[in-house]
């Protein structure tokens, strides 16, 4: 019998604890029907790793980083290039690389961050038959514009960058550091890091 692709999402959520959100604890999934039409629209495949896991989990907030998945939208919304990092760059810091937009122009946005202005997407000019997948790519904004690459299996980027120790080994900037706020507000944080559910590992928050 051949292994359904699935099964390795079933046994990830359940190793989770699912923190209530906009919809209860029920994750947001979306069927083959809906994804097929999506690529039909758009004009590219889906890579196979994120059709697997939209049917599972779909769209939600993963502790302890607070890295979003976002849902699957209209193809227009998940354009890179439309997202505000080019502007917001621009305005305050200058120029981005010639080779970081086209990058993004190429992009197609699967997630962010919650804490500070974090984009992840993948590269459609990189679609290999082989794996079925892309390219995945971090855009971080702090003092300057940093860049990741993050791999082409989007279960190890679940699994280990989401919800394990990898983002803070091999992605510095992509985490949220205390060090980033002031005095002040770093102690009134210290609470909320108590409290929130979210801030711990293997968490997980449904949400539109």
Not at 57 to 73: E, M, N, T, V
Not at 93 to 122: I, M, S, T, W
Not at 131 to 156: H, P, Q, T
């Amino acid at each position: 019998m051949k292994p359904d692709p699935l099964e390795r999402w079933r046994l990830l959520i359940n190793q989770l604890e699912i923190i209530p959100g906009d919809h209860g604890c029920n994750p947001l999934t979306t069927n083959e029907e809906h994804l097929l039409e999506f690529e039909d629209r758009a004009g590219f495949v889906l890579p196979q790793g994120y059709k697997e896991y939209c049917q599972v989990i779909s769209s939600g907030i993963f502790g302890p980083h607070w890295f979003r998945i976002d849902k699957l939208d209209a193809p227009e919304v998940h354009l890179a290039s439309t997202s505000n990092a080019k502007s917001t760059y621009e305005i305050y810091n200058g120029e981005l690389p010639l080779e970081v937009k086209d990058l993004l122009d190429a992009g197609f946005r699967f997630g962010a961050g919650v804490e500070f202005y974090l984009l992840f997407f993948f590269d459609l000019r990189s679609y290999q038959e082989i794996d079925k997948s892309y390219d995945m790519y971090a855009l971080c904004e702090r003092d300057i514009v940093y860049i990741y690459n993050l791999g082409r299996d989007f279960y190890s980027f679940i699994y280990d960058i989401c919800i394990g120790s990898r983002a803070e080994k091999d992605f510095p900037a992509m985490v949220f550091r205390e060090e980033d706020l002031d005095e002040d507000t770093r102690e009134s944080r210290k609470e909320d890091m108590e409290n929130e559910p979210l801030y711990r590992p293997f968490t997980f928050c449904p949400c539109f």
